[in-house]
């Protein structure tokens, strides 16, 4: 087993920085815009928000130096998200850019799909070796009464794209509503398997954002199973301990398919994400209230010793276990009211990137 690290330089040395939980910083999700072109309920119910003013946007130039901090510190996944990553001018410019950083494992994208079609092969040409599309329904009239757009054919347009484009280990992510989509499990399983991808359910968080969030809307990870196991027969769990947020699973027939159950089952204690904003605020956890500012940093003119000394410090102190602790609260409602949310934007899902 790889030391742990103390120092920053120990890490090019091959040793590991660890927090206090001893949960190691390896995986990193990029915000790349706070925008976004769908409007679901579950995450920006509102028309209009307080957006990030455009000057304080990392530039890709600012985004590629943080990254590189980053990697040398151990980081090897990297997730491009939002918003909606697609709405960034150019985005496979950037992905070029990171894609040049030997140290990325894995360069992936989080994506609604609605613009997917149309950059599917700039993406793949320029280095991003996954994707991840959202799919919360197979149905064009619940699309348009849960994202508010009509444009539920362009997603499908985006997931047949992706393989077409060279995408393996394709992945569908479905956020699952008590009373909206929680009939239509099997049907995504189905069509995943048609379209060669894997499905994961996301029980409903109550994150910034979610301000129309009740627990009795969260269809949980054991009445998913339930429905499942009544359709399909058993299911064999995969039992892998990863460091991944989706619990695996194999139905009779061999289709593997994922559940995210952050709600009901949090896994903060595997958890190896941080998060930056597309202005360059970095998050230690989804529930967190504050970040760490590296804009300053970088746009101050501090030297990548000293960012990657403020990066390595921080983590090592990290303790945060924000899922766990909001599933012991006794009377859960929302996380967050909308005048708080007008007041920091950064509390909002879709700032800090899901
Ligand atoms: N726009 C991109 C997309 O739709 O995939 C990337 C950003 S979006 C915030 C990332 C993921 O977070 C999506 O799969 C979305 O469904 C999920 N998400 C947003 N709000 C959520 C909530 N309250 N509970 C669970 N998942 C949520």
Redesign the pocket.
Known sequence: MPPEVHNPADVSAGGILSDQLGRPLRSLRVSVTDR?NLR?N??MPQEEYVWLPRQELLTFEEITRLVDVFTSLGITDVRL?????LLRRDLAGLVRMLAGNPQIRDLAL???GVLFAEQAEDLRDAGLHRVTL?LDTLRPERFLALTGRDTHAQVLRGIAAAPRAGFANLKL?T?VLRGTNDDELADLIEFGREAGAEVRF?E??D?G??TE?SLDKVFTRVEMLDQLDKRYGAIEPLGENSSAPAERFRLPDGTVFGIIASTTTPFCRRCDRSRLTADGLWYLCLYAQSGIDLRQMVRGGASREEIASRISSVWRERNDRGAELRAATGHRGVLVGIEQLRQDPHLE??TR??
């Open positions: 976004c679901c579950y995450c998200t939002g918003g909606e990553p989080t994506t609604n959202s992510d956020v996301i409903y968080m994150v954002g979610a969030w899902m879709h990137g899901g």
